[in-house]
Nanobody, 122 residues
């Protein structure tokens, strides 16, 4: 069994910053890529960013490129999402995900976290 626990969500004004964390436990993650998805009210869950565990390759959705940065700490089995220049349209529940597929798509995710709410006020 794999557990992914997110933290760091909250309420922030537009233009502000937040850092999300996702702590992974239960398995070794050297084979997993980790990523972040988000789901706004009334919308489908969408990809935000991912990072491979071994090669540190990263990939971002166009909507967050240049504002968000994904990183990880192998020793802590933790992945982070630094979110800068936040916009009201970034408001969503953010989910951590682990996948054996380095592309980390909705279809390839093996494990999900429970989600953390991010609210950006205008």
């Amino acid at each position: 069994q794999v557990q992914l626990v997110e933290s760091g969500g909250g309420l922030v004004q537009a233009g502000g910053s937040l850092r999300l964390s996702c702590a992974a436990s239960g398995r070794t993650f050297s084979s997993y890529a980790l990523g972040w998805f988000r789901q706004a009210p009334g919308k489908e869950r969408e990809f935000v960013a991912h990072i491979t565990w071994s090669y540190r390759s990263t990939y971002y959705a166009d909507s967050v490129k240049g504002r968000f940065t994904i990183s990880r700490d192998n020793a802590k089995n933790t992945v982070y999402l630094q979110m800068n220049s936040l916009k009201p349209e970034d408001t969503a529940v953010y989910y951590c995900a682990a996948s054996l597929d380095p592309r980390v798509t909705m279809e390839s995710v093996n494990y999900w976290g429970q989600g953390t709410q991010v609210t950006v006020s205008s």
